[in-house]
């Protein structure tokens, strides 16, 4: 297995577990919370509040644009 | 009904040097709240890309979370927002997919595409930042929400941990910060050619978007949470 292949496996594996976790938080919300639940939690914070803005924004920036 | 005491930080001339030093150093509790490192991280990395707009967005990020944590204090809010009609979901949908069209026509390379994202962002910060504890830096007496942890919530953040390891070991196989290793790709280098044009950068847009919406509604519901808020 290259490089290429090694990472790529990687990536569709952490998709593979967060598409798993989606399935079991849908079926069972009292085994495992949602990630839009877990992500709302986090965000009792104010610093967390702010820095899911910074990466949402420059995700968005850094993929659509050329630099 | 507010704490006159509140936000008086270090005072030792008043005699009450002892529990003005105990209020001062509460102020700076949110230094140690999760994101605050995952900031400094991001701001090493961005540091080592040598992208002054990339330093300057992390930098500026960690001036806001210094300036929101000492109004804030360390103090959390349930940021479960209000539910949505199904109209305002409807119109939400609709506005970010004509937006996501919009923007999604702006060639890759044109500056009018980042003044445009730009603009999106700095309308996501002030939505967020409106709302709050008062400018005056006091905060009242009502009891501090402490929203429920979700069952096994440390499933999601495992989940997280091992994406940002793998990019880490991407990153570090480069031969230079800006340089990509086709060997190890980054999820930018798998995912740019797949949003350069058409059909799928809309769609990524108008989901961009919408991730926007979601976030600013939790950041916002703060007004909701605690009476008296402004």
């Known amino acids: 297995m290259s490089g290429w292949e090694g990472t790529v496996t990687a990536y569709g594996l952490v998709l593979a577990a967060a598409v798993v976790a989606s399935l079991v938080a849908r079926r069972r919300p009292d085994v495992l919370g949602g990630l839009g639940m877990v992500v709302t939690w986090a965000m009792r914070r104010r610093s967390t509040q702010l820095f899911l803005l910074l990466t949402w924004w420059w995700l968005g920036w850094h993929l659509v644009t050329s630099r | 009904m507010r ?121 996501a910060l002030w939505l967020s930042l409106a709302v709050g504890p008062g400018g005056d830096g006091h905060l009242d007496d009502a009891p501090e929400p402490v929203p429920a942890s979700p069952p096994r919530w440390w499933v999601w953040l495992g989940i997280g941990a091992l994406l940002v390891l793998i990019e880490l070991v991407s990153f570090l196989s480069q031969s230079d910060a800006r340089t990509d290793n086709p060997d190890r790709p980054t999820i930018s280098t798998l995912l740019e050619p797949t949003l350069a044009a058409g059909v799928p950068r809309a769609a990524g847009l108008t989901l961009w978007l919408l991730a926007g919406w979601w976030l600013v509604r939790r950041t916002r519901a703060w007004s909701g949470s605690r009476a008296g808020a402004p």
Do not use: H, K
């Open chain 2, 3 to 123: 704490n006159p005491t509140a936000g008086v930080g270090w005072d030792y001339g008043q005699g009450v040097g002892e529990r003005a030093q105990r209020v001062g150093w509460s102020r700076l509790t949110f230094l140690r709240e999760p994101a605050v490192p995952l900031l400094v991280l991001a701001t090493a990395v961005m540091v080592t890309r040598g992208y002054a707009a990339d330093i300057l967005l992390c930098v500026g990020t960690l001036a806001l979370v210094v300036r929101e944590g000492l109004r804030w204090r360390g103090r959390t809010a349930d940021a479960t927002p209000a539910p949505l009609r199904w109209r305002s979901v409807a119109g939400g949908c609709a506005i970010a997919t004509v937006l996501g069209v919009g923007l999604s026509l702006i060639p890759r390379t044109e500056r009018w595409l980042d003044v445009a994202l730009a603009a999106v962002g700095v309308l």
